[in-house]
């Protein structure tokens, strides 16, 4: 016994500083194996049984791939890949758009700055339920707002509910997400632009660059960093967003607003099949796992070409 | 010189600005308004004639009329009589989360500032690593390790897995707030024979107070917002549902009464705007500490 611990007392300093920063972190460490990794892992050996609600009571069976098989070759399920795809490219690229123009208005000489500021992050810091429930009045159709104003202006003869059809129920969720992420981008990108050397601009200036111009050779290329790393974190948190769609639209009208996330949740819990709501799960993992390695590929390609890494959340 | 503006150019700045707070504030706005509009003028659609559209004083109606009052915020205590619970629960909820949150954070970002061992990358990559996930694809075996313990439909269900989706971020904005203390006030402790432990109690932690409060108060901010989806499938308890939960139940009503939810939403995030309020120069500072060149 003796020897055994002997065996791990540490020798050098090195060690002990090793041994220490462990000590330090272990709390942590074992709270993450213990309420994420571990379900991940029971997630994915779930996917190979035909756990549900009936088998609560006497056990399940493993059944192999039938999971797989039967979600990948589902009717439905290349259009809700898509979906979410889809989904993600346009909510992220609207985010980073207003984004870049909120940054740059912040950025310049105005009055209020401060003030302005502050009134630009509520979305960000409120819960996203809550912002959800006032959009859900903001697209109802015969008292709504949006409704009444486009009936107003003459765009629609009758009331509108932006929530009832396919195409206007997706596209208003992803406006809530823009709505919900922007301020986010906003600020960080602002962060990012104040961070640029102002002699830069200075010399650029002299030399009779114009404003355009010396955004995009000064702004642009300084703040890259930022860019990249936001695109790609505001990605995987598109692609998770569960709580927007949840409370706008279910998931509907007729899976309209379905996306993998969604897609899980409602095999899971709402119908009670674990066993291919894990498979689900497991899919969305293999998805967002081919995301981080991209993101740490890049975020370590921008580090070493900018000097520093950006953000991380 | 190079700041100036020209008129046109200053219209066209503070008339985009205009634009981009209307967009972000509408929601807001538009909530404030409908609380304080009884039903019968909520629900109310002027009678038109057949190919007749609402009319400019109709719609601006909604923002401005007689009748608007804040009865909606004091019916709303009887409506939903668990109100002051929910809201009770969603504070106390993010206060238990943060908590608990920065009991693993400190030591963690402790190790991760201050030294240099093996597998330190690779753990922090890992602990990131946990961010990319949603709550969503763990919630089957959660379930069933809550159930597992008796803890489904209590506040555990909700503290347990809120806390893990916020310790890495915690864990990554104190490290960078604690690189900033001078290394030299714990060699100095060190060489007056101080321990490890003693040195990150007494030295450490009392400079990185400031540290600690913003992300104490980020943390608290981003359990407060997370109290949606473990909520609905954890716990189906009223007695220790969040507010958005609560009001979420409150869609469900056969009608609703617009009105009051949105007085009773508005109600709930008063603790949020309040603490960003006094801490938004600190906040923002600190969260985007990582984006400005150093």
Request: glycine letters at 6%; hydrophobic letters at 55%; charged letters at 15%.
């Amino acid at each position: 016994m003796n020897q055994f611990i002997q065996m791990f007392k540490p020798k050098t300093k090195a060690q002990t500083t090793t041994l220490f920063a462990w000590a330090l972190i272990s709390p942590a460490a074992i709270y993450m194996l213990l309420i994420v990794v571990w379900p991940l892992v029971e997630t994915f050996r779930l996917s190979f049984t035909n756990s549900n609600i009936g088998t609560l009571i006497e056990g399940y069976d493993y059944i192999g791939w039938a999971n797989y098989e039967k979600v990948l070759g589902g009717r439905k399920f290349p259009a809700i890949v898509n979906r979410t795809f889809y989904w993600m490219f346009l909510s992220v690229g609207l985010k980073m758009i207003l984004g870049l123009i909120g940054a740059t208005l912040l950025a310049s000489n105005i009055r209020a700055r401060g003030v302005i500021r502050a009134l630009v992050m509520p979305p960000w810091i409120i819960p996203i339920a809550i912002g959800c429930f006032g959009w859900l009045w903001l697209y109802n159709g015969h008292f709504g707002l949006l409704s009444n104003f486009i009936e107003m202006v003459g765009i629609t003869d009758g009331p509108f509910s932006f929530l009832a059809y396919k195409k206007s129920a997706f596209y208003s969720a992803v406006v809530t997400d823009v709505w919900i992420g922007t301020p986010m981008v906003t600020l960080f990108f602002l962060a990012a632009m104040q961070g640029v050397p102002r002699d830069l601009y200075e010399a650029a200036y002299v030399d009779g660059a114009s404003r355009w111009y010396r955004f995009r050779r000064i702004t642009m290329p300084q703040i890259m960093p930022t860019v990249i790393t936001m695109a790609l974190l505001s990605a995987i948190w598109t692609f998770n967003s569960f709580e927007i769609i949840w409370i706008l639209t279910e998931g509907g009208p007729r899976g309209a607003t379905t996306t993998l996330i969604i897609d899980t949740f409602k095999t899971a819990i709402f119908s009670y099949k674990f066993g291919a709501g894990a498979t689900r799960a497991v899919l969305v993992v293999l998805i967002l796992s081919v995301f981080s390695l991209i993101y740490l590929a890049v975020l370590g390609r921008v580090s070493k070409k900018f000097g520093y890494a950006g953000v991380v959340k | 010189m190079m700041d100036k503006y020209s008129l046109p150019h200053k219209i066209l700045i503070y008339f985009s600005i205009a634009l981009f707070l209307t967009f972000m504030l509408l929601p807001f706005v538009e909530m404030f308004m409908a609380s304080l509009r009884p039903l019968t003028h909520l629900f109310h659609r002027p009678k038109l004639e057949l190919g007749e559209t609402i009319g400019f004083a109709d719609f601006i109606s909604r923002f401005w009329s007689k009748d608007f009052s804040f009865q909606a915020y004091s019916d709303i205590w009887v409506t939903v009589p668990q109100l002051p619970r929910y809201i009770f629960n969603s504070v106390f909820l993010a206060t238990a989360v943060t908590i608990f949150s920065l009991i693993l954070v400190i030591p963690a970002a402790y190790a991760y500032a201050r030294f240099n061992f093996r597998g330190k990358s690779v753990s922090l990559t890992l602990f990131l690593a946990v961010n990319m996930f949603s709550g969503a694809v763990l919630l089957i075996p959660l379930y069933k390790l809550l159930r597992m313990y008796g803890m489904l439909n209590t506040y555990w269900a909700m503290i347990i897995p809120g806390v893990a989706f916020l310790v890495p971020t915690g864990i990554w904005l104190l490290k960078s707030f604690m690189e900033k203390i001078p290394y030299e006030l714990e060699e100095a402790s060190f060489v007056d024979g101080a321990s490890r432990l003693y040195t990150l109690r007494r030295v450490i932690l009392p400079l990185a107070v400031p540290g600690l409060v913003v992300v104490g108060v980020a943390i608290f901010i981003g359990a407060y917002a997370q109290q949606f989806l473990f909520a609905i499938t954890f716990n189906q308890d009223r007695d220790y549902m969040p507010l958005p939960a609560g009001i979420f139940e409150f869609i469900g009503y056969q009608d609703v009464l617009w009105n009051e939810m949105m007085a009773a939403s508005l109600v709930g995030i008063l603790p949020v705007l309040l603490i960003f309020m006094f801490m938004q120069k600190h906040l923002i500072a600190g969260l985007t500490h990582g984006a400005v060149k150093q």
